[in-house]
């Protein structure tokens, strides 16, 4: 049964936070994914949320671009924990999205993450903080990864004492 649901407006977010599923899979958390759009379908995503916590779902992260109604939409239609990926759009580079997903009425509250990238990743690290209340394994899990952040931040210092910045940055491929 999946714990985690990821609902994305669109076919064309799923590459822009790949991360996320990425992230699950490697946590070897279960979860499931949908292409729904708050305008387009309405009503498939009203119904796919409300049945979600029958489902065995307990966070649902939700990806939105542009008008990003779809974390809020969500978030109306249940009360699990909503957390809104803000996608990145040609206009203001997500600073859009991000607004629109943060500007949520009292007493309907959504998570909201930082677009691009690190959206796709936080998400699903920050929907297994929800799930590591009451799961130690998972908690683990993450006391283990942030280890292993700390572990390879190490590593770069010591190259970079090892070869200097100049060659560091030659290594990186960075052009001038």
């Not at 949520?104 to 796709?120: W, Y």
């Amino acid at each position: 049964m999946p714990q985690i649901g990821i609902i994305l407006g669109s076919d064309s977010d799923l590459p822009k936070i790949r991360q996320c599923p990425e992230i699950l899979d490697k946590f070897g958390v279960s979860f499931e994914i949908i292409f729904s759009s708050a305008h387009r379908t309405p009503e498939q995503t009203k119904v796919w949320v409300e049945s979600a916590r029958s489902r065995g779902i307990k966070v649902i992260i939700a990806a939105a671009g542009g008008a990003a109604h779809l974390p809020g939409v969500c978030a109306a239609h249940t009360t699990l924990p909503i957390v809104g990926i803000p996608i990145e759009s040609p206009v203001s580079g997500g600073l859009d999205s991000i607004l629109s997903i943060i500007q949520m009425p009292s007493g309907i509250p959504v998570a909201a993450m930082p677009a691009g990238k690190a959206g796709g990743a936080n998400s699903a690290l920050f929907a297994l903080s929800i799930l590591s209340v009451s799961d130690t394994a998972i908690a683990d899990k993450l006391a283990s990864y942030r280890e292993d952040m700390k572990s390879e931040i190490q590593k770069k210092n010591d190259l970079l004492k090892e070869k200097g910045y100049k060659e560091y940055i030659d290594s990186l491929g960075v052009k001038k």
